[in-house]
């Protein structure tokens, strides 16, 4: 048997142990989102204690990590400004005389998976289907008839844990193609203290994204450390509900096999297991290094835009 025959049955072998389509119905369109409820929504907000709030999206601008290539920085197109105003630009509005009044508007150009963004269950395919069998067709230039991003807006309101790897492996970031296993995975919590419930949304840091701030390179697309395929069947029985990290691919790059994502081909289009990308996590570090609580009420909704492929989104922990 050739390593790529060994390769093909081991996926398949995830695929088929991970599977849910299915499992809530042949209508459902959320997949592992289907594990957060009232009462992990109750759970979650009994984790607040102090009051803290803690941003975990990187600014949407164009000092972002895109490179041009594929992906596009956002670009903020200001249509009014308050130097029209001053310049008396403005002293006739739409609206009749301005009489004093002033105003800015501005427009912005946003690929939907430019910077801290979730997936939708609509972006990745194998072999012709994506979650829950449907037929890739179903997503066209008019957006994705099924399993857009719009479906899941009410869900990401859940108990998030961060598992802190960087930190408890004694570096500032991991190092590009390592691939963070189950075991590690289990042992970082562990040693936080903090247990894996379903329903949960896991924030996994390598310190990725805090090592190459600012000098981006080929953080977009290029050799990142992440997780390793062999996750898929501990995430799939802890029932996890979603998974986010500091990285641009959350999986370790270069692919674990070549020519295809293969833990994005289990989980996303299989399991149906949200995944986010690109998320800033070196503020939530320190804090949790800081009070010793790697557990708290997690806020991350997408933007409920119709038949997206992935959203941006204003994430928060709440302490």
Known sequence: MTDTDEETRLLRDYIERCRNWGRWGEDDEIGT?????????????????????????????????????FR??????????????????????????????GFSDDVVILPTQSGTQWDSLSHIFFEGKMYNGRSADLVTSAGAAHNGIEKTVSRFVMRGVLL????????????PGYAISADELERVA????VEIRRGDALLVRTGFLGARRGRWGDYAGGPSPG???????????REVAAVASDTWGVEVRPNEIDHVQPLHSVALVHMGLALGEIFDLEAL?????????????????????????GSPLSGLVIK
């Not at 001053?86 to 002293?91: M, V």
């Not at 562990?190 to 203290?193: F, M």
Request: proline letters at 8%.
């Open 227 to 237: 997780l390793s395929l062999h996750t898929a069947p501990w995430l799939y029985e």
């Open 285 to 309: 570090s320190a804090h949790c290094a800081d009070d010793g609580v790697y557990e708290f009420m997690f806020v991350a909704a997408p933007l409920p835009l119709t038949g997206a492929s």
């Open 33 to 69: 989102l289907n594990f957060v409820g009232p009462e992990q929504v109750r759970a979650a907000a009994e984790l607040v204690r102090r009051g803290e709030v803690i941003p975990v999206s990187l600014p949407y601008d164009r000092r972002g990590c895109q490179d041009g290539g």
């Open 190 to 193: 562990a040693s936080q203290g």
């Open 72 to 101: 596009q920085n956002p670009q903020l197109l200001v249509k009014a400004s308050g130097s029209d105003h001053l310049s008396g630009a403005q002293e006739q509005t739409p609206w009749g005389p301005a009489r004093g009044f």
């Open 164 to 175: 802190d790897i960087a930190r408890w492996a004694g570096v500032d970031s991991l190092e």
